[in-house]
């Protein structure tokens, strides 16, 4: 896809309203990177889909109980030129911080 160009921004994606992810960014339209070769398939019991490419792959999951999330695409890549990537990461540092108390 666009692995010669990683911290480049190639596609949107659109997040559930209500989900963690959307709440982490602030909005349902997100600019992302996408160089994965896989995609997947079916999610684990008790995991969501809550964010897609225009093409259906799904490139963010989450557990409604649990404090997980996860994402397809590269977000530690991203966060120099895609200041909004930064959230993902303090949302991390928030709940690691949290469990800790």
């Given at each position: 896809m666009y692995h010669d160009h990683?911290?480049?921004v190639t596609q949107t994606i659109s997040i559930n309203t209500g989900s963690k992810l959307a709440h982490i960014?602030?909005?349902?339209k997100l600019a992302i990177n996408s160089f994965h070769h896989q995609a997947i398939h079916r999610l684990g019991?008790?995991?969501q889909a809550t964010a897609w490419a225009e093409d259906g792959v799904i490139e963010g999951f989450e557990s409604?109980?649990?404090a997980i999330i996860g994402v397809q695409w590269h977000p530690e890549m991203l966060y120099?030129?895609?200041k909004t990537m930064d959230r993902l990461f303090q949302?991390?540092?928030n709940?690691?911080?949290g469990e800790r108390r």
């Open positions: 990683p911290d480049q960014f602030g909005q349902t019991r008790h995991l409604p109980q649990q120099r030129r895609e949302a991390l540092i709940q690691a911080q």
